[in-house]
Structure formats: C-alpha cells, structure tokens
C-alpha cells in the first residue's frame, strides 16, 4: 500500500478523527489554564451599591472600641441580572478584621468584602480603612 493510498482511504473518518481531537484538546487546555472570554457572559449585568457599612471583626475577649474611617464604602458588582437586581446592601459583607491586631495606633487594614454565590466584586470605593482606638470614659 502506498503512502497516498494510507492516506486517502478512509480520509473523512480520518479528518473527522483530527478535527474532534483537537477540539477535545481546546477543551482541556482551556480548562486547566482557567481561559475565560474578556466579555462578560450574556445576562449579566454591572451596579454600585452605595454606603455598604464596614463591620469590625475582632475576637469576643477584645473589650476594645474602635473608629473605622471611611464607616461606609461603594462597591461596585457584576452577576446575572435577577440577582444582582435583588441585591442588597445587607447581603455583601465588609469588613476589617482585627483579630491579629494588639496595638492599633496608626494602624490601616485591608477591607474585605464578601458576596453572595455568583456575584463578583469589581470595584471598592476604598481599599484600606484607618483604625482609631476610643478611649473608654
């Protein structure tokens, strides 16, 4: 047998074989190094959420009180349309935590901000907040 009759017997089995193998591929390659479109998915939809309030987390045993400066931030999310319409502030969890902090003087910490199963933050009006001991009277 020929090398041009190896090739052409069978050929649309053989070219559909290659084509499947390559997508199958795509797929997989795509998959293990997490390749997402840069458009974001068809049905979602952008909102900034105004004056969320920053909660502070700190151990039962800290007694301490604290001034958080900004109180209240913007944050901006992205999810499906129905969800991220019935959002509410109350939903979103933002917070500072300082439940490694012994000596705040001065101190600024990370704001965290936590949502609801398949909605993404996209924006923070602030990243960092200021920490203020107050004094007890």
Do not use: C, Y
């Not at 068809?42 to 502070?56: A, D, M, N, S």
């Not at 944050?75 to 705040?104: K, M, S, Y």
Request: no cysteine; charged share 15%.
């Amino acid at each position: 047998m020929s090398a041009r009759d190896a090739i052409l017997q069978n050929f649309w089995l053989k070219l559909f074989s290659l084509v499947l193998a390559t997508m199958i591929w795509f797929a997989i390659f795509g998959a293990q190094n997490n390749l997402r479109p840069s458009q974001p998915a068809l049905g979602t939809v952008t909102r900034k959420i105004e004056h969320v309030p920053i909660t502070v987390m700190k151990s039962a045993a800290d007694l301490r009180a604290f001034r958080v400066e900004p109180s209240q931030i913007d944050v901006t999310v992205r999810g499906p349309i129905a969800e991220v319409q019935a959002l509410t502030a109350r939903q979103l969890e933002v917070f500072i935590n300082l439940t490694d902090v012994h000596d705040t003087a001065g101190l600024n910490k990370k704001i965290l901000v936590h949502t609801p199963p398949g909605i993404a933050v996209v924006a923070v009006s602030h990243t960092e907040a200021g920490i203020t001991p107050v004094a007890a009277d």
